[in-house]
């Protein structure tokens, strides 16, 4: 055996003994971290779905209430301790039962429960549609309204059916929703996206729409009623808006489509504030006296 060939034979032992990889392995992607919450209560179907529908996609924290807040809209939990449960299953996730509001429960998982901020919140799969004006009325909403407060990405996911089959389809649709806003770069900070999605998702898929908020008003009626004791008292009656103009989340939804909704944070009527101008600057600097 020649000079030459015996060296090439100490290299590759020498190069073996240090460890070294023959090539160099591919970079890993970074890690991609969601929170989930919702309304209905850390035990809903809904919540089980999305866990594990995203388990295999990202790593999962849940944060939900430890029972349900449905129509609680944005309200918050301040005036007494917020009682908090870990909870470790077998799926490894970590889910955390909060007695707070919906959110309560992501502003909390967000600066207290978390060693870090998510990519994503993730708010669902609702029991029922937040359609239109219901959106000002939601928990489901109002926990992902929280993390855009914050500059977080989030999507509200609602659903018109109640079975697990649809349950599942709505969690895989959410998957896929998320896998495109990333490949598209549209995660982007503040993002808040509403999603409703149409019973019978599990057997037919029509299609996703972009669409508007309806801006039709639901019913409400009450019902007068007289206790034995002779207190009065109502019984609510609600009448959900069924359909409205073309390009809104109604219409869309009324028809099979899912409906796709961009929300914003800024309330601001924009073309009014021209219009109060002239009104603030009559009051001048005097003080104003009764």
């Not at 449905?70 to 039962?97: E, L, N, Q």
Request: net charge positive.
């Amino acid at each position: 055996m020649n000079r030459r060939a015996v060296a090439a034979i100490v290299f590759v032992v020498l190069l073996g003994m240090s460890g070294a990889p023959p090539m160099a392995q591919e970079a890993q992607p970074p890690s991609f971290t969601i929170l989930l919450a919702n309304d209905d209560g850390y035990e809903a179907p809904g919540l089980k779905a999305l866990a594990d529908a995203l388990s295999s996609v990202a790593e999962l924290v849940v944060a939900a209430p430890a029972s349900e807040q449905s129509g609680t809209g944005h309200g918050i939990t301040y005036r007494h301790p917020i009682m908090v449960r870990r909870i470790r299953r077998a799926d490894g996730i970590v889910w955390y039962a909060i007695q707070a509001r919906p959110a309560t429960c992501v502003r909390l998982a967000l600066e207290a429960l978390m060693d870090e901020k998510p990519d994503l919140v993730i708010s669902g799969i609702n029991r029922g549609a937040n359609l239109g004006i219901v959106t000002f009325y939601s928990g489901t909403v109002a926990a992902a309204r929280e993390a855009a407060f914050v500059g977080l990405p989030a999507i509200a996911v609602s659903m018109g059916g109640h079975d697990d089959a649809d349950y599942r389809a709505t969690a895989a649709f959410v998957r896929r929703l998320v896998q495109g806003l990333r490949s598209r770069r549209l995660m982007r900070p503040g993002l808040l996206l509403n999603v409703n999605v149409p019973a019978g998702i599990a057997h037919r898929f029509k299609g996703v729409r972009v669409t508007r908020l309806s801006l039709k008003v639901p019913g409400e009626d009450y019902e007068r009623r007289v206790s034995p004791r002779g207190q009065m008292y109502f019984w609510n009656i609600y009448h959900p808006v069924k359909d409205d103009v073309e390009g809104t989340d109604v219409h869309a939804f009324a028809r099979g489509f899912i409906s796709l909704t961009p929300l914003g944070i800024d309330q601001t009527r924009t073309a009014d504030l021209d219009v109060f101008r002239p009104l603030a600057q009559s009051f001048g600097a005097r003080a104003v006296h009764q």
